[in-house]
Nanobody, 124 residues
């Protein structure tokens, strides 16, 4: 049974930082690309960042480029999202997802597995 468990969310002031983690089990971690998505109340789930199986390819939505960094540690079966210079509009539930390489990492409909999410709240 595949499990993706996110952690690291919380309340932070604008301009602050958080690091999200997602630990995977029940799948061959190194065979999957990993992504982060987010969903704010009343909004659709939105792509944030993704990383290829080896970590050599990184993808970001324009709104987080230069502020967020995705990384992975295949030995620890963990993917990270370092979030700096946080803004109130970054407030959302952040979800970790696994995808197979042949699919578009930006498309939430093609994700293979999902975590339950972790809430990030940025106060102004």
């Amino acid at each position: 049974q595949v499990q993706l468990v996110e952690s690291g969310g919380g309340l932070v002031q604008a301009g602050g930082s958080l690091r999200l983690s997602c630990v995977a089990s029940g799948l061959t971690f190194s065979a999957y690309g990993m992504g982060w998505f987010r969903q704010a109340p009343g909004n659709e789930r939105e792509f944030v960042a993704a990383i290829s199986r080896s970590g050599s390819s990184l993808y970001y939505v324009d709104s987080v480029k230069d502020r967020f960094t995705i990384s992975r540690d295949n030995a620890k079966r963990t993917v990270y999202l370092q979030m700096n210079s946080l803004k109130p509009e970054d407030t959302a539930v952040y979800y970790c997802a696994a995808y197979l390489a042949r699919y578009n990492p930006r498309d939430y409909k093609t994700m293979d597995s999902w975590g339950k999410g972790t809430l990030v709240t940025v106060s102004s």
